[in-house]
């Protein structure tokens, strides 16, 4: 325990083994904020999330010296939007009652995740009643996302309720983590006049610098495996969601037929099965277009660093909602990144100030096309902005660095100006 007697509880659906981004991310913060002398304890769900494992777990448990609680209600494996409405219904109430009642022999500090969408209201109100203090994460900002998707309506009620209750939820707390600067704009608007914006720090996500490292196609197994060596591969590894327009990707793909050219798509989503649809329709599955299931995380060091280039796309109206993940294991892997973003993006925003790919609009498969060709025509420039990517990603956006900041923000709030605001570089060349 530190000095003060803080208990840290993290709340989270997802955690190891789960393979969900989420789950690896907030695995990486328990242990590294553990690692870093904070007393942690996780209460999360069981493992179900498509492409990993589903093995339940103990309810309780140790991971990495970091205690986990597992819920004990039943959970669907997660393969359908009905299913996961279940279990976030099922996670967010279990969570509100275990918290309500459970025993706490000094201060405690609560952080949760804006995961599932319910979360953050339940644990406003938990910690309201306890009295604790608690760290809102978003990586999603609700409703927004239903608004965008089309679930719901601006002007509905649900709509109004919801947000109002998110903005008390914001309000009320003590520190908010937002991914970038879009993200910290919207999540003002949502709180209101009355929001004090010195309560939001900006906190990337991250990948492990150890774990994905840039590798040569002539040397990565994966490559020679699925024959990527000798053609130009545009890859897209994650979720195949609604939120992500692989529509440009596949229709941009159409142009090369007659090239040597490969996009590969790997993962597993609600719109996947749409996406090979697409695919089928103008005659690229099978030829320019390949699609793989979710990899195992020992082949992910491959997988992820056998393109070229690394796609990473947000549907239209997602500005400031969320920011892709995706894009930090990118830059790890030293590739050039090729985003279908907004040109206001949190993560066009990061592309720019170090120079490491090109950003084009959804759906503007024109510009998709360009950007491939002016890769292929020039592999200098190619390498070098993969350069970029890396050494940017080195300086600014490893897990060290982002739990620190963490650490910094729980422990005496001194956290420093985020770097997508500094930065001026418009490559590392220029740094």
């Known amino acids: 325990m530190t000095d003060d007697q803080t208990e840290?509880?993290?709340?989270t659906e997802y955690f190891h083994p789960d393979t969900a981004s989420t789950g690896q991310l907030m695995?990486?913060?328990?242990?590294?904020?553990?690692?870093?002398?904070?007393?942690?304890?996780?209460?999360?769900?069981?493992?179900?999330?498509?492409?990993?494992?589903?093995?339940?777990?103990?309810?309780?448990?140790?991971?990495?010296?970091?205690?986990?609680?597992?819920?004990?209600?039943?959970?669907?494996?997660?393969?359908?939007?009905?299913?996961?409405?279940?279990?976030?219904?099922?996670?967010?109430?279990?969570?509100?009652?275990?918290?309500?009642?459970?025993?706490?022999?000094?201060?405690?500090?609560?952080?949760?995740?804006?995961?599932?969408?319910?979360?953050?209201?339940?644990?406003?109100?938990?910690?309201?009643?306890?009295?604790?203090?608690?760290?809102?994460?978003?990586?999603?900002?609700?409703?927004?996302?239903?608004?965008?998707?089309?679930?719901?309506?601006?002007?509905?009620?649900?709509?109004?309720?919801?947000a109002a209750l998110n903005g008390r939820a914001l309000l009320a707390a003590t520190n908010v983590v937002a991914l970038g600067p879009r993200m910290e704009a919207r999540i003002a608007a949502q709180a209101g006049p009355m929001f004090d914006k010195d309560t939001v720090t900006i906190i990337?996500?991250?990948?492990?610098?150890?774990?994905?490292?840039?590798?040569?196609?002539?040397?990565?197994?994966?490559?020679?495996?699925?024959?990527?060596?000798?053609?130009?591969?545009?890859?897209?590894?994650?979720?195949?969601?609604?939120?992500?327009?692989?529509?440009?990707?596949?229709?941009?793909?159409?142009?090369?037929?007659?090239?040597?050219?490969t996009v590969l798509i790997i993962g597993e989503g609600d719109n996947k099965a749409s996406i090979v649809d697409r695919a089928e329709a103008n005659g690229t599955r099978g030829e320019t277009v390949e699609f793989l299931p979710y990899q195992p995380r020992d082949v992910l060091p491959e997988s992820l660093t056998s393109g070229d280039v690394s796609v990473v796309t947000v549907r239209e109206g997602f500005e400031g909602i969320c920011v892709s993940s995706k894009l930090y294991t990118a830059m790890a892997a030293g590739m050039p990144v090729l985003g279908i973003v907004q040109p206001e993006d949190d993560e066009a925003r990061i592309i720019d100030a170090f120079d490491a790919g090109i950003h084009v609009e959804q759906g503007d498969v024109d510009g998709f096309v360009e950007a491939i060709d002016t890769w292929r025509s020039n592999p200098e420039h190619r390498r070098q902005q993969g350069a970029n990517a890396r050494a940017a990603f080195e300086s600014y956006f490893t897990k060290t660095q982002s739990i620190d900041r963490y650490y910094r923000l729980l422990t005496d709030g001194a956290v420093a100006p985020d770097v997508t605001r500094t930065t001026a570089v418009t490559s590392t060349e220029s740094a």
């Open 204 to 261: 990337h996500n991250w990948a492990d610098a150890d774990f994905i490292e840039p590798k040569e196609k002539s040397e990565n197994t994966f490559s020679e495996e699925h024959d990527l060596v000798d053609s130009f591969t545009v890859l897209y590894s994650g979720n195949i969601g609604e939120f992500h327009d692989l529509e440009t990707v596949v229709d941009g793909a159409a142009r090369f037929n007659d090239d040597d050219v």
């Open 27 to 162: 695995t990486d913060l328990a242990v590294g904020l553990k690692d870093r002398g904070l007393d942690m304890t996780v209460y999360t769900g069981q493992p179900n999330y498509r492409g990993g494992p589903n093995e339940r777990q103990p309810r309780k448990s140790t991971h990495q010296g970091v205690s986990v609680n597992r819920i004990r209600a039943p959970q669907l494996r997660q393969s359908s939007l009905p299913r996961r409405l279940f279990n976030w219904g099922v996670f967010t109430i279990w969570m509100f009652l275990v918290l309500l009642v459970s025993r706490s022999d000094g201060d405690r500090e609560v952080l949760f995740v804006s995961n599932p969408p319910m979360l953050p209201i339940a644990m406003w109100i938990v910690c309201r009643i306890r009295g604790w203090d608690y760290t809102y994460i978003v990586y999603d900002l609700y409703p927004d996302q239903p608004v965008e998707l089309g679930y719901l309506s601006e002007d509905g009620l649900i709509h109004r309720s919801w």
């Open 8 to 11: 840290y509880v993290l709340v």
